[in-house]
């Protein structure tokens, strides 16, 4: 059967027996407010809101997404106060969102789903999703949902309404955009887009709050751009690397293939790693091995040299692997991140390589860390890379200098990223909190764990009236 955002769950084929994989189904509701269950000891000074973001729907009546990464997108709001914590739920009301409530069947090729559009609609112009269902970030005062497409989704984080796509003006031609972008300290969002044609062009640029104009500050030009989610900065410079997933800019002109389907893998290209000069974008670069990479833990400068953390893969066959079928399915995962450092000297072609540990994804540091100085302490979600790992199941906090590294794990559970929250006031660099999404089998709903960062003790688990599927990223909003 198909679900529709009113539908159960439980009307999916393998729900019911699904356990913590029920994650990857459809059947999440709008939920206006509805009170979530404490257990356990929240700290005295932890008010705010929690937001996630991710992929909630999969199946329509005529027609389904094919990989996690595709369902139409939902915002979830924990409000935690002095009287409680109280849940919201809304869907995002982007176009790809409205048009497949219309059809009834996905209107717009997805990252692995393929364009429904007609050789001629799609010569004239087929519209590109919109589904902003990875990151969520601020320009100004204005946030905004976002995926690896150049629209950035205005929404309000208390209501969650959708207030629509920031209006913008300029002439800065960009295709693609990594969906992790970066808000600095005067509200200014940064980030990295694509041109495709015969010549990509890899652009960073700059977003004041008020203006609808991208300044564009330097342009990295390549034959095939690699597959870009994300940047890192530095005080001084932005560091953008080439996976060897490469675009084809033909195929994302002409064919009906999916996102994903429209680049190649090519280690043959190698990879690079670019950092951009934010005074005058004056761009330095470095060849390194091929490799695919979602996330950076961070990058700082050292004297005259940079260095960049990433969790990079071998290959590209996670994207294979992140399909709902294999997922739904439990089969375990082969594409096992590697924390790879690379150290980008003055004087040299090639990066300085050296790996640091494994397992280790959806990176996390301290926020006043990342941009500005180098951090100590990283979180993530992590798994057991020498067994049949079905999915992330623990949260990790590591030493990035010792490496020494602290874990905490429910039974049975899927465990995503582990949102950092210091405490107002804090000197050190892990006082605050994590908080965590988790589902074990025997869940009712999503459980939330707040969780001490340095201790790596649970403090209290947030019951959630609803199992959420499971995203990406999450914000705080103070």
Not at 29 to 35: K, L, S, T, V, Y
Not at 200 to 223: H, Q, T, Y
Not at 325 to 331: D, E, I
Request: hydrophobic share 45%; net charge neutral; glycine share 8%.
């Amino acid at each position: 059967m198909s679900a529709t955002p009113d539908a159960p769950a439980s009307a999916i084929a393998g729900y019911t027996d699904a356990g913590r994989r029920r994650g990857f189904y459809s059947g999440a509701r709008e939920i206006d407010a509805a009170p979530v269950v404490v257990e356990g000891r929240l700290p005295d000074w932890l008010h705010g809101r929690l937001l996630l973001n991710g992929p909630a729907l999969w199946e329509l009546p005529h027609g389904q997404f094919e990989h996690w990464f595709d369902g139409l997108a939902m915002l979830h709001r924990l409000q935690i106060g002095p009287g409680g914590v109280q849940y919201r739920s809304r869907f995002v009301r982007s176009q790809s969102y409205l048009q497949a409530m219309a059809r009834g069947a996905p209107a717009t090729a997805e990252f692995d789903t393929p364009s429904p559009a007609s050789l001629w609609t799609r010569l004239a112009g087929a519209p590109v999703t919109d589904n902003p269902a990875v990151v969520m970030s601020r320009v100004g005062a204005q946030w905004i949902a976002v995926t690896e497409a150049p629209t950035l989704m205005g929404f309000d984080p208390g209501t969650l309404a959708t207030t629509g796509p920031l209006p913008l003006s300029d002439d800065a031609h960009i295709h693609l955009m990594a969906a992790h972008g970066f808000t600095d300290d005067a509200g200014n969002y940064w980030n990295v887009g694509t041109k495709l044609g015969p010549t990509c062009e890899v652009k960073l640029f700059r977003l004041r709050p008020a203006s609808n104009r991208r300044e564009v500050l330097a342009r990295l030009r390549m034959p095939k751009a690699g597959y870009t989610h994300a940047f890192a900065m530095t005080a001084r410079h932005a560091i953008v690397w080439e996976t060897a997933m490469r675009a084809q800019p033909l195929s994302f002109r002409f064919s009906a293939k999916a996102y994903i389907r429209n680049f190649r893998w090519e280690p043959a290209s190698g990879s690079r790693l670019h950092a951009i000069a934010l005074a005058d974008g004056a761009v330095r670069s470095w060849d390194a091995p091929p490799m695919m990479c979602f996330h950076a833990v961070q990058a700082w400068e050292d004297g005259e040299a940079l260095v960049a953390e990433l969790a990079t893969y071998d290959d590209a066959r996670v994207f294979d692997e992140l399909r709902l079928a294999p997922l739904r399915q439990g089969r375990p995962l082969r594409a096992v991140p590697q924390l790879t450092r690379y150290r980008l000297e003055p004087g040299r072609s090639q990066a300085r390589v050296e790996p640091f540990g494994a397992a280790f994804e959806l990176p996390q540091v301290h926020p006043a860390r990342w941009g500005h100085a180098r951090a100590g302490i990283a979180w993530g979600a992590g798994l057991d890379a020498g067994a049949d790992s079905r999915f992330f199941d623990r949260t990790l906090r590591l030493d990035l200098q010792t490496g020494e590294t602290r874990c905490w794990q429910r039974e049975r559970a899927t465990q995503l990223e582990p949102l950092f929250v210091p405490r107002p006031g804090a000197q050190a660099e892990d006082d605050g909190v994590l908080l965590v999404p988790t589902l074990a089998d025997g869940d009712e709903g999503t459980r939330i764990g707040v969780v001490d960062a340095a201790s790596m003790q649970c403090l209290a688990l947030l019951h959630a009236p609803q199992v959420i599927p499971f995203g990406f990223h999450a914000a705080w909003v103070p």
